[in-house]
């Protein structure tokens, strides 16, 4: 029997319990068996951003070998409470096939098991059902931060993140060659 991990917002997790989803605490995340049926726990799945668009095995746009999580400090867009918010950098890897070095990611709409297993230890940072990217959320009032207001404008904590590590932000490396599609950033 094998298991299919669920992203779940913590506003949901009545809702999950009672359809029959499992909690797993040592990881923090609700799951299904494989004898499940899939299609009720649609909205949850992994590929539930993949399949929203028609495709049934998501072609991953970037692989990187040398791939991050990056973590930093922001203040919550709804509570202000000051919360870890993270993204994925890459100091090398493919963009649909074209090598480039240092870009981060956003907007992330499908990775692969191996990145999912990963991103499991940071909790906060999940697939956002409605919005079908991951996103990072509070973990005291559940708000999803948008990725424009981490990454878009200076002074937001990923807006320099291409080459060198600015201060304030720590890298965890990521173990293996790791697939996902999303957008990059590369700053000029």
Excluded at 17 to 34: E, F, N, P, T, V
Excluded at 92 to 107: D, H, I, K, N
Aim: hydrophobic residues 40%; glycine residues 6%; proline residues 5%.
């Amino acid at each position: 029997m094998s298991r299919i991990d669920l992203f779940v917002a913590p506003e949901e997790y009545a809702q999950i319990r009672a359809l029959g989803a499992c909690w797993d605490q040592r990881s923090k995340c609700w799951y299904i068996d494989s004898a499940m049926p899939r299609e009720r726990f649609a909205a949850w799945r992994p590929d539930a951003a993949a399949q929203a668009q028609g495709l049934a095995d998501p072609d991953f746009l970037i692989e990187s070998s040398d791939a991050f999580v990056a973590r930093a400090r922001a203040g919550c867009c709804r509570c202000r409470r000051d919360m870890e918010v993270v993204c994925l950098y890459c100091r090398r890897g493919t963009v649909s096939g074209e090598p480039l070095e240092a870009f981060r990611v956003q907007c992330i709409w499908a990775v692969d098991d191996q990145l999912r297993r990963q991103l499991q230890r940071w909790p906060g940072y999940r697939m956002d059902a409605s919005a079908g990217i991951f996103l990072n959320h509070c973990a005291r009032c559940g708000a999803a931060q948008q990725d424009a207001d981490l990454h878009d404008e200076p002074g937001t904590p990923f807006h320099d993140l291409c080459g060198e590590v600015p201060p304030g932000i720590e890298l965890q490396a990521l173990q293996g060659r790791v697939r996902l599609s999303g957008d990059y950033c590369m700053d000029l």
